[in-house]
């Protein structure tokens, strides 16, 4: 299974990983978070794997998450509520996200990707 790499085209650091998985000559799927953007079920399966609490999965510097006002509203939220909302938007979603049958990576740090190959 090839790894899945949902990313924004804008994002620089997205752009920045890409290069990366390609100059590690590793093969992904691509697919743009904002016109594809996580469905709740992939959300409920990518989430444990990443050994992540929800919270991490939130794009906190978006303006979409300051516009919303999330950092008061997500303490008061359920883990399935904030899934759903996540689910509402790609924006709202850190990214890039890497998802491998093993494991999921949210945001790009080359050294803890190393470990995909």
Aim: hydrophobic share 35%; charged share 30%; proline share 7%.
């Amino acid at each position: 299974m090839k790894p899945l790499l949902l990313h924004y085209p804008g994002c620089s650091t997205c752009r920045k990983a890409r290069q990366w998985l390609q100059e590690q000559g590793i093969e992904c799927i691509e697919r743009d978070i904002t016109t594809e953007n996580p469905t709740e079920e992939e959300l409920k399966t990518w989430i444990p794997r990443s050994q992540l609490p929800v919270r991490k999965f939130f794009n906190t510097s978006g303006l979409l998450y300051k516009e919303q006002q999330l950092k008061d509203k997500l303490p008061q939220m359920t883990e399935e509520e904030q899934i759903a909302l996540l689910a509402t938007n790609g924006k709202l979603v850190k990214r890039p996200l890497l998802i491998t049958a093993q494991t999921v990576k949210v945001g790009f740090q080359p050294d803890a990707w190393k470990e995909i190959k």
